[in-house]
């Protein structure tokens, strides 16, 4: 078993200084799209280091939607392929846990890729933005970010 590592306070604070902006609209209306659902909903964020800018809404095709997500390798392709255009920069994604916290998990984990990638992940109302960093032995681990809605 894996378990999910999310820093310590102390260790969290060092990394506090990420904060991300993203409208308070656009996070209205992940809230109440996660809150609509009963299944996972997923998608992209895309943007920069310091601001999401848009949040693309892909098909979940984890076998068990209710539990688990998984983007829809097409919908990922075609947004590598708009951001090598000249488009928006994917610069992580975004995910519910319809009858959860907005922490990460331990699937979370087991599944992250631990490449500084942004993970907003929705829940119970509400949303929390981590980022996915490399930890001991091979695991992923999470540190939260600073959301700062304007």
Known sequence: M???FVESPETMAYHMGTMVKISTELLGRLIALANA??????????????????AQLCPNIAADPAHRFEIDPAALFAAHRAARAGGAQ????YH????GSPMPSV??????????GYWLIL?????????ALPGDGGRTRFIEAVLATD
Do not use: F
């Open 37 to 54: 659902h009963d299944e996972e909903i997923c998608g992209l964020l895309l943007g920069t280091a310091e601001r999401i800018v848009e």
């Open 107 to 116: 699937t979370d984990a087991e599944n992250a890729a631990p490449d500084g």
């Open 96 to 99: 519910s846990h319809p009858y």
């Open 2 to 4: 894996i378990a999910c």
């Open 90 to 93: 994917i610069i992580g994604n």
């Open 123 to 131: 829940g119970r109302g509400s949303a929390r933005l981590w980022r």
